[in-house]
T-cell receptor, first 112, second 114 residues
Framework: GQQLNQSPQSMFIQEGEDVSMNCTSS?????WLWYKQDPGEGPVLLIA?????ELTSNGRLTAQFGITRKDSFLNISASIPSDVGIYFC????????????FGKGTHLIIQP | GAGVSQSPRYKVAKRGQDVALRCDPI?????LFWYQQALGQGPEFLTY????????KSGLPSDRFFAERPEGSVSTLKIQRTQQEDSAVYLC????????????FGNGTRLTVT
């Protein structure tokens, strides 16, 4: 099935560093979402973006909905050990609650 | 309930067996989705319900896959004559159904077909 292009696939960083990951698509989405998934669990919603150009923060996390509606990025500042996990971007096209299209994930690994 | 609940958490089936996976969505959530997540991949859409109506089943990989939500609440995903390529985590998600409403996921059922 169709998936978004998410990069990087994995990141090895030191605790305290800032992290940036992004997602691009060849088609337009009306909503962008960022999820985090820990092993053995389902994805947990981090940030939802509803308008092109929107910049939203949730604690140390900041995400932006690209102007073209074809991309989004997620930044994590001052990473801590519990930030370890897999981050997924996801896009919603329709006006109603339709199915999400997911990226393949960014695996964040933090070295002490 | 407080969140989306799925059962069982783990299921091992011999090839050819039928399996049934259950999802209890968040109370009052109109929309319910099933996703399949292969190892190292993002979730991929299988099917979508609005209340009891199955509005989209375009992601179901074959006619061995069948989903139902007869009373608009609990949903069951059934896989008949399981094959090894069906091994994956099956995630259920629900949402309120309003415009752009985000999906809330359960912890999934990990299916292993031997």
């Amino acid at each position: 099935g169709q998936q978004l292009n998410q990069s990087p696939q994995s990141m090895f960083i030191q605790e305290g560093e800032d992290v940036s990951m992004n997602c691009t698509s060849s088609s337009i989405f009306n909503t962008w979402l960022w999820y985090k998934q820990d092993p053995g669990e389902g994805p947990v919603l981090l940030i939802a973006l509803y308008k092109a150009g929107e910049l939203t923060s949730n604690g140390r996390l900041t995400a932006q909905f690209g102007i073209t509606r074809k991309d989004s990025f997620l930044n994590i500042s001052a990473s801590i050990p519990s930030d370890v996990g897999i981050y997924f971007c996801a896009g919603l096209r329709g006006g109603g609650a339709d199915g999400l299209t997911f990226g393949k994930g960014t695996h964040l690994i933090i070295q002490p | 309930g407080a969140g989306v609940s799925q059962s069982p958490r783990y299921k091992v089936a011999k090839r050819g067996q039928d399996v049934a996976l259950r999802c209890d969505p968040i109370s009052g959530h109109v929309s319910l989705f099933w996703y399949q997540q292969a190892l190292g991949q993002g979730p991929e859409f299988l099917t979508y319900f609005q209340n009891e109506a199955q509005l989209d089943k375009s992601g179901l990989p074959s006619d061995r896959f069948f989903a139902e939500r007869p009373e608009g609440s609990v949903s069951t995903l059934k896989i008949q004559r399981t094959q090894q390529e069906d091994s994956a985590v099956y995630l259920c998600a629900s949402s309120s159904g309003t415009r752009g409403s985000p999906l809330h996921f359960g912890n999934g059922t990990r299916l292993t077909v031997t």
